[in-house]
Nanobody, 125 residues
């Protein structure tokens, strides 16, 4: 089992920044593709970003391209999501997720077997 714990959420004004962290334990972290998803009230969980096992590739949903950056530190078993130029529509619970298997992009929630508990991000206008 891969255990994931997110941190770094909070309340920020539009245009501000937050950095989310996700600490992993239990398995060899570098063996997993890692992703960030988010879920706003009344909406389905949506893909935000993903990063390959070694960090050699990254992928983003269009709405965060150029504003968010996903990264990982395999020595620290941690994946990050740097969020800049935040907008009210970024308000959601953000989840860290991990998947094993091929080192390719996965942008569907069902492709990820391991999930954190989520951290709330609220962007005020």
């Amino acid at each position: 089992q891969l255990q994931l714990v997110e941190s770094g959420g909070g309340l920020v004004q539009a245009g501000g920044s937050l950095r989310l962290s996700c600490a992993a334990s239990g398995r060899i972290f570098s063996g997993y593709v890692m992703g960030w998803f988010r879920q706003a009230p009344g909406k389905e969980r949506e893909f935000v970003a993903a990063i390959g096992r070694s960090g050699s590739w990254t992928a983003y949903t269009d709405s965060v391209m150029g504003r968010f950056t996903i990264s990982r530190d395999n020595a620290r078993n941690t994946v990050y999501l740097q969020m800049n130029s935040l907008k009210p529509e970024d308000t959601a619970v953000y989840y860290c997720a991990g998947r094993d298997g091929k080192d390719v992009v996965g942008n569907k929630a069902y492709e990820y077997a391991y999930w954190g508990q989520g951290t709330q991000v609220t962007v005020s206008s």
